[in-house]
């Protein structure tokens, strides 16, 4: 299905320097919750792609016929792209986009990790038999679970509804990438949100434990899921940059 991109969820591109940088936004999300960030980052040099996933900021039927292998494959075709155009790629994932980020981690050479509140671990088996219960009684989609923000005032730009087979297809791919956090060696920075009515904090504590390679966590004290567009936005975006300059730009 072809459908018009929502104004403000278009993609970002920005060339600068020999240091690449790969951001993605959430389930249901898009480009909009993580485009200062992207900004933010390719206004100090780096070279920034900020894709938009298959099936989002669009339409609800228009993500409804998309699925995990569909945003892994964008995932890795824009890290491969950066890859050929600069000396080395570092990745910035919020949410299912932390999820795609650790993917990219395990079959690429990723330089450094920025994982945003991401979402690493399938949830419990109840909810994965409530959700197969939904879908055999053949609804297709439940409430949103976007725009989740602290900030006053401030609204993600996401969909108003959850389609049950695309989180099917999320919770499937995800147990694969929670099965091998082993195999992430790249240097890694875990901001973890105090307060997230999203994914789980032992989400965070499992990458602690598990992932090969060096990892720091700050927690952010005033934020809900999306902090990239919440009251610690501006710590965020300084924290990516200094940990990307530190590993990759150094």
């Known amino acids: 299905m072809t459908t018009a991109i929502l104004p403000g969820c ?4 920005a060339a600068g320097g020999d240091t690449g940088v790969l951001v993605l936004h959430g389930f249901t999300g898009n480009p909009t ?41 964008a995932a890795l075709a824009a890290f491969d792209d950066l890859a050929r155009r600069t000396t080395r790629v570092a990745v910035v994932g919020l949410s ?4 795609l980020s650790a993917f990219v981690a395990q079959r690429r050479d990723v330089g450094a990790l920025v994982l945003i509140n991401p979402l690493v671990k399938p949830p419990a088996s109840e909810m994965i038999d409530g959700l197969n219960q939904l879908l055999d009684a053949g609804l297709e ?14 609204t993600e730009l996401s969909y108003d509804a959850t389609p049950l087979a695309c989180a099917k297809s999320l919770f499937d791919g995800i147990a694969e990438v929670y099965e091998t956090l082993d195999a992430i060696e790249a240097p890694s920075l875990l901001l973890s949100s105090r307060e997230d009515h999203i994914v789980t904090p032992d989400n965070g504590d499992d ?5 090969r390679g060096p990892i720091e966590r700050v927690w952010l004290e005033n934020s809900y ?3 990239t567009i919440d009251n610690d936005q501006t710590l965020v975006e300084s924290l990516a940059r200094d940990f990307i300059r530190s590993v990759v730009a150094s």
């Open 10 to 13: 278009e993609p970002f591109e």
């Open 207 to 211: 990458l602690m434990a598990r992932v």
């Open 33 to 73: 919750s993580m485009r200062p960030l992207a900004e933010f980052l390719a206004s100090d040099g780096f070279t920034v792609s900020l894709p938009r996933l298959p099936g989002h900021g669009t339409s609800v039927a228009d993500m409804m016929t998309t699925g995990w292998p569909d945003w892994t494959g």
């Open 96 to 99: 299912m986009g932390g999820g």
């Open 141 to 154: 989609t439940i409430d949103a679970i976007g725009s989740d923000v602290k900030r006053e005032g401030v």
């Open 225 to 227: 899921h999306v902090a």
